[in-house]
């Protein structure tokens, strides 16, 4: 299918629970969406943070010089989170006598504070109200159905979030995954970074030992791991949010839903699991699909990158051309083009390293001997410059940049951050010459080629393979590429061939460059 832009995408498209092409709706309503209304709890819970923060300071700054000005600044040293509406009415009449200016001051403050109050939004996509009103009009298990960067896990949380600064109930809302670094790099990361600056000054405290956000409403936001069925069992809760369930077993996943009054679970369609045979059309249960065009706020070039998972063929008209009910592929594969560019369930066979495992970023052996690898990107295509440790049988990789067009020194930057010695560290990279000779010349980085020539891909693979490879929860994008990889196929008779596709695979090619040059050379 063609590609349209991005900004079409999230002016046109929304939403939706069947598994019909995408609805349209006008460009007024999403307008609306992206920037969702809060309730009135949680706008006074941001205008609060507003008005503590910059009002308030300047009110007592202004007070200072006014009388009754050692009273006003000991209400405001005494009582800092003391709201301007109540600071305003409390001390006016004191304030009337000073200067006739001042009233008029208050006023002023008081409707500024009222408007970041009325005003106060949270930057999501659809995904987030079409959530938060199901889970308000307590539907029972929600299921997200999506594609890569649809941006689910980010509005679910928020969703949750927002119900757990209003409600006053003492509830527990549950967040889980498959394992804590999983769970560490993925939601409770997007948490962190995406959810909580909203929301900050409605959470009271956080645990940090064990992971759960305690708010001033009295709910709680935890985010814990349940490893088998016993784990899972004698732990109730409000609502419970299952993150990459198709990686559950049916049995874990039945414990934690039986001992939830709500439950929502998002993945990545890669292969039919339980979702598909015991959730999706059960009455009372609500499904939801979306994919990267739903996601406003990524960049044109990463929707670019998605929608060309796959290339199709078209006619001399512009129309698209299929086989049967298949459309007629020129390039990549379209089990992954339906899985990750459009969310709809697919049959994705021939992950080329299914095994290797998530690990947390402590566990990294940082005090062994490192192998410092790069695979170069230029305008479009991103640097991948990765660090690997054998220990016994095992590679240990961490992934330390990936990012288009990053300069020679950027990269030496990069490098001595990470333990890199300039003196004794070698940086194995591809050939290209004129990167070499400045990372050599301009930065001081002993630059090693890596080894290449006919079967070089198929035997560093084969060398992988040999090992158990860990690597760490940061390195997102390798963990994001890893399910992308895979071997090609014949295109009539989707026979899976010994090559890997070309696609997806900079920080395979920058792991292979290290670990096949150095250690097939020590051989």
Same mark, same amino acid.
């Given at each position: ?63 200072? %010089? @006014? ?16 709201? &301007? #509406?109540? !600071? *305003? ?20 403050? %008081? @409707? ?16 987030? &109200? #079409?959530? !938060? *009103? ?390």
């Amino acid at each position: 299918m063609k590609y349209e832009p991005a900004t079409t995408f999230q002016k046109n498209t929304a939403i939706h629970k069947t598994n019909y092409p995408l609805r349209t709706l006008t460009s007024k309503y999403l307008k609306q969406s992206s920037k969702s209304r809060l309730s009135d709890a949680s706008r006074n819970d941001l205008a609060h943070g507003f008005g503590v923060n910059i009002i308030s300071k300047a009110i007592r700054l202004t007070a200072a %010089f @006014c009388f009754p000005h050692c009273l006003l600044t000991a209400v405001g040293f005494f009582c800092p989170k003391l709201s &301007p #509406k109540k !600071l *305003l009415w409390n001390c006016n009449f004191l304030l009337r006598q000073a200067h006739p200016v001042i009233p008029i001051m208050w006023i002023t403050l %008081f @409707c500024v504070c009222e408007i970041c109050r009325r005003f106060a939004c949270v930057r999501t996509s659809i995904i987030y &109200p #079409k959530t !938060l *009103l199901e889970l308000r009009k307590g539907t029972r298990r929600i299921i997200h159905q999506g594609g890569q960067y649809s941006g689910k896990t980010v509005n679910i949380l928020g969703a949750l979030a927002t119900l757990c600064s209003e409600e006053t109930d003492n509830s527990i809302t549950t967040v889980t995954s498959m394992s804590f670094p999983h769970l560490k790099g993925g939601a409770l990361r997007d948490f962190e970074l995406y959810v909580y600056p909203s929301f900050k000054t409605a959470i009271k405290s956080y645990n940090k030992t064990d992971h759960v956000f305690y708010f001033k409403s009295g709910c709680a936001l935890e985010f814990r791991v349940f490893e088998n069925e016993m784990a899972a069992r004698g732990h109730k809760r409000k609502r419970l949010f299952v993150n990459e369930a198709n990686s559950f077993s049916p049995l874990v996943f039945f414990q934690l839903d039986s001992r939830s009054d709500q439950t929502i679970i998002d993945y990545n369609p890669s292969i039919r699991f339980f979702a598909h045979s015991d959730l999706i059309g059960l009455p009372g249960n609500v499904t939801f699909y979306s994919d990267h065009r739903h996601n406003p706020f990524i960049s044109d070039a990463k929707h670019r990158e998605i929608e060309e998972i796959c290339t199709f063929a078209y006619d001399e008209f512009g129309k698209q051309m299929f086989n049967g009910d298949k459309p007629v592929v020129l390039r990549g594969d379209y089990e992954l083009w339906k899985v990750y560019a459009r969310g709809l369930t697919g049959n994705i066979t021939g992950v080329i390293f299914p095994d290797w495992e998530v690990i947390d970023d402590e566990d990294f052996p940082f005090e062994e001997e490192a192998t410092y690898s790069i695979d170069f990107g230029y305008t479009i295509d991103p640097t991948a410059i990765m660090k690997t440790v054998k220990v016994a049988d095992t590679f240990f990789v961490k992934e330390l940049a990936y990012e288009p067009g990053l300069p020679p020194i950027v990269i030496q930057q990069i490098l001595r951050g990470n333990g890199f010695d300039l003196s004794s560290d070698v940086l194995y990279c591809e050939h290209d010459p004129e990167m070499v000779k400045q990372l050599r010349s301009k930065c001081g980085i002993s630059c090693q080629l890596a080894r290449k020539g006919p079967g070089s891909i198929k035997a560093g693979i084969e060398l992988l393979k040999q090992h158990k490879v860990k690597y760490t929860s940061s390195s997102q994008n390798l963990h994001r590429e890893r399910g992308l990889y895979v071997w090609d196929k014949e295109k009539d008779t989707g026979k899976l061939l010994p090559i890997p596709i070309e696609k997806h695979n900079h920080t395979f090619d920058a792991i292979r460059y290290g670990t096949y040059t150095k250690y097939l050379r020590a051989a």
